[in-house]
């Protein structure tokens, strides 16, 4: 291999500015500009989970999503990219709407199958309660979560998927490896809601990552992350936290 070659040189570049990119996007930048901000202005102690209530985690997570969304329209302004060919299309966009609506049982299912692996084959590791959930304590709080879920989750996190596969089709070796490397990196960013409920995002992360790559439009895993989301806190609210 000739790695003077001006071919290869320039492809070398791509991937580092590729790899550059992702690290920009994948929350990583966001996440410390955030707590930056939230440090300053309201203490360090405000950031520990434990000490927050359910609207300062809201302004928390759409501050970061807004700064995340911020960074992606720059880098793909730099590359004259558009939203439109990262897959937000608007053909077929009822059809897409309806199969995210289907596919949400199905997630449900994957969920529930997760869970009982880990009841039954590590039960160490188990998730007996969602200290995200366990924040909600009002309707109002309900709906500033379903809110959040969202904006932060259907729609930030879907983007952001999308771009990132999007680099590794291109400069890294394909979406498939990219697939792989963020839905395991998406699964440790759920840490707050111990290994059940980081395995369980891994695989919610593949499963909307894969629907990207074979239907090439952000509307199906969009609506199928959005509806998902928002159903998982009606259930949560109707079944427990009504109860508290």
Request: aromatic fraction near 16%; charge should be positive; include cysteine.
């Amino acid at each position: 291999m000739n790695y003077s070659d001006p071919s290869f040189q320039s492809r070398r570049f791509e991937r580092r500015q590729a790899v550059f990119e992702i690290i920009m996007v994948s929350g990583i930048v966001s996440g410390f500009l955030t707590s930056l901000v939230f440090a300053a202005g309201f203490g360090r102690n405000r950031l520990n989970l434990t000490e927050m209530n359910v609207e300062f985690f809201a302004a928390y997570l759409l501050f970061e999503s807004a700064i995340t969304f911020f960074i992606l329209w720059i880098l793909m302004k730099a590359r004259r990219e558009t939203f439109f060919m990262l897959g937000l299309r608007w053909e077929h966009w009822k059809m897409h709407v309806l199969l995210g609506i289907l596919a949400a049982p199905y997630l449900f299912i994957v969920g529930g199958v997760t869970g009982m692996f880990f009841q039954l084959f590590l039960p160490k590791y188990a998730l007996e309660k969602n200290p995200l959930m366990e924040m909600i304590n009002s309707p109002r709080q309900l709906t500033l979560f379903i809110i959040v879920g969202i904006i932060s989750g259907g729609i930030k996190e879907e983007f952001q998927r999308a771009f990132i596969l999007n680099r590794f089709r291109q400069h890294l070796g394909g979406a498939g490896r990219g697939l792989v490397i963020w839905s395991l990196a998406f699964g440790a960013g759920h840490y707050a809601q111990g290994v059940q409920g980081m395995c369980a995002a891994a695989i919610l992360g593949f499963i909307f990552g894969a629907l990207y790559l074979i239907r090439g439009n952000l509307i199906l895993p969009i609506t199928a992350h959005a509806v998902y989301n928002t159903l998982a806190l009606l259930i949560y609210w109707f079944l427990i936290g009504i109860n508290k």
